[in-house]
């Protein structure tokens, strides 16, 4: 008896996607089909992003598949792509920010600033090789 990968049970699906990283679950399985797009936001992957082990080109892809307006939490590593920050469009309902590897505090501020209504937790890690 064979098994189709669309035969799996959620909970199985689930299993899957609890190895993989927010960045990987999207860009493996977002759009392939309805049940597995609905898995993805039921679980939380475009909500809470995690960009912070992904270099500059796969960044600019994957910006593509983020929903900017359900995103609650961001992790951004400054010194995996310096730019990550600077992409990122007005985020509504951003309330976490964690900045990593940070070179330039004012990218930070004004970011930041830019979510001050709705952000309540920032946490900003300086590069130990880089002054800020």
Same mark, same amino acid.
């Given at each position: 008896m064979v098994t *189709? !990968?669309?035969? *799996?049970?959620? *909970?199985? #699906?689930?299993?899957? !996607?609890?190895? #993989?990283?927010?960045?990987?679950? #999207?860009?493996? %399985?977002? @759009?392939? @089909?309805i049940r597995l797009t609905r898995l993805l936001i039921e679980r939380g %992957?475009?909500?809470?992003?995690? *960009?912070?082990?992904?270099?500059?080109?796969? %960044?600019?892809?994957? &910006?593509? &598949? &983020?929903r900017f307006n359900v995103i609650q939490s961001l992790v951004i590593d400054c010194y995996?792509?310096?730019l990550q920050l600077r992409c990122c469009p007005y985020l509504p309902h &951003?309330?976490?920010?964690?900045?990593?590897?940070?070179?330039?505090?004012?990218?930070? !501020?004004?970011f930041a600033q830019r979510h001050a209504i709705t952000l309540t937790h920032l946490t900003v890690e300086s590069s130990e090789y880089f002054e800020t």
């Open positions: *189709l !990968f669309n035969d *799996l049970p959620d *909970l199985s #699906l689930i299993e899957i !996607f609890s190895y #993989l990283s927010c960045v990987d679950a #999207l860009w493996c %399985f977002n @759009n392939l @089909n %992957f475009y909500y809470h992003i995690n *960009l912070s082990s992904i270099r500059y080109h796969r %960044f600019k892809k994957i &910006l593509s &598949l &983020l995996s792509s310096p &951003l309330r976490i920010l964690k900045v990593k590897g940070v070179r330039n505090v004012v990218d930070v !501020f004004n």
